[in-house]
């Protein structure tokens, strides 16, 4: 099941929001993580390029 952002987040001219979800490899096993993040869409292409 999607998971719902909360509508307190989105209020009339204020910041707005983006969930970004990245993949994480982990050095001792290898195995992937989901890191799961909510910032202000103005840096979405900035959190990515990290």
């Known amino acids: 099941m ?5 509508a307190t987040l989105k209020k009339q001219g204020g910041v707005t929001y983006a ?3 990245k993949a ?3 050095d001792k096993t290898g ?3 989901f890191r799961e993040e909510m910032i202000p869409s103005t840096e979405v292409n900035a959190s990515l390029k990290k």
């Not at 999607?2 to 909360?6: D, E, G, H, N, Y």
Request: aromatic share 8%; net charge positive; charged share 30%.
């Open 2 to 6: 999607a998971k719902k952002v909360v």
């Open 24 to 26: 994480v490899k982990s």
């Open 19 to 21: 969930k970004v979800i």
């Open 31 to 33: 195995a992937y993580t």
